[in-house]
C-alpha cells in the first residue's frame, strides 16, 4: 500500500512570492492534516480537512490556506511568503480522525525562502 | 503556552538498557496520546498509543505509561536497539484531526 506522498520534496521561493504544496493520502484515507515543523517551534498544527472540509484550523495567519479534493487529495497554499515561512511541511492522513486512527505522516516538503 | 512538553531535548542508552522518554500536558480534554519516531529527512511514524481511559498499553518492546493525575505519560523501550535512535514525538490528540505535538526528544543508542 503506498504511503502519503507530498510534492515538491523541496522548493526555494523569494519573500513575496506563493506557493502551492501537494499531498495525496493513504488510499481509503479522508482525513488529511497539515504541520508546519521549524527547529524551534517543532511541529504545530496547520489544519485539518475531511470530506473537502476544513474541520479544525491552527493558530496561523490567514496566508496559509488549504482545500481538499473529492478524491481526498489536499494542497495547501501560502502567500506572500515570509522569511520565517521556512520549514518543512508535513501531510499526515488518517482513516478518520480520532487518536484511535493515528495519523500516518509523508516525507513532507522542504520551504526554502531567500 | 506548550500544552505538551517534553523537557530532555536529547537522550543517551546504552543499547540493551531501558529507555525511558518523558512527557507532560497540561489540558485534561486530550482523548488520546501518541509517541511518534522520526529520522532524519523523513516523516514522523506511528510508535504507540493510549486512551485517556488506560494507563499502560504495550506492544512488542514499547510501553507507553499515563499518569493522568501527575499529566505525565512515558514511553519505555526495552531492550534498546540502535535502530532506536531518532527524535521521538509525544502528541496528544484533540480529536477532529488536530494533534497537538511535544518539540521532541533525541534518543541516541550507545554502543
Known amino acids: 500500500k503506498a504511503g502519503v506522498t507530498q510534492t515538491p520534496r523541496y522548493l526555494i521561493k523569494t519573500r513575496g512570492q506563493q506557493v502551492t504544496l501537494s499531498c495525496s493520502p493513504i488510499?481509503?484515507?479522508?482525513?488529511v492534516s497539515w504541520y508546519q515543523q521549524t527547529p524551534g517551534q517543532g511541529l504545530q498544527f496547520l489544519f485539518e480537512?475531511?470530506?473537502?472540509?476544513?474541520?479544525n484550523k491552527g493558530n496561523f495567519p490567514g496566508r496559509f490556506s488549504g482545500r481538499q479534493f473529492s478524491n481526498s487529495r489536499s494542497e495547501m497554499n501560502v502567500s506572500t511568503l515570509e522569511l520565517g515561512d521556512s520549514a518543512l511541511y508535513l501531510c499526515a492522513s488518517s482513516l478518520s480522525s480520532g487518536g484511535n486512527q493515528p495519523q500516518h505522516f509523508g516525507d513532507g516538503t522542504r520551504l526554502s525562502i531567500l | 503556552d506548550q500544552q505538551v512538553k517534553q523537557n530532555s531535548p536529547s537522550l543517551s542508552v546504552q543499547e540493551g538498557r531501558i529507555s525511558i522518554l518523558n512527557c507532560d500536558y497540561t489540558?485534561?480534554?486530550?482523548?488520546?496520546f501518541l509517541w511518534y519516531k522520526k529520522y532524519p529527512a523523513e516523516g514522523p511514524t506511528f510508535l504507540i498509543s493510549?486512551?485517556?481511559i488506560k494507563d499502560k498499553n504495550e506492544d512488542g518492546r514499547f510501553t507507553v505509561f499515563l499518569n493522568k493525575s501527575a499529566k505525565h505519560l512515558s514511553l519505555h523501550i526495552v531492550p534498546s536497539q540502535p535502530g532506536d535512535s531518532a527524535v521521538y514525538f509525544c502528541a496528544a490528540d484533540w480529536g477532529g484531526g488536530k494533534i497537538i505535538f511535544g518539540k521532541g526528544t533525541r534518543l541516541h543508542i550507545l554502543p
Open positions: 488510499s481509503g484515507h479522508r482525513s
Open positions: 480537512y475531511f470530506s473537502e472540509t476544513q474541520r
Open positions: 489540558n485534561s480534554m486530550f482523548d488520546y
Open positions: 493510549i486512551s485517556s
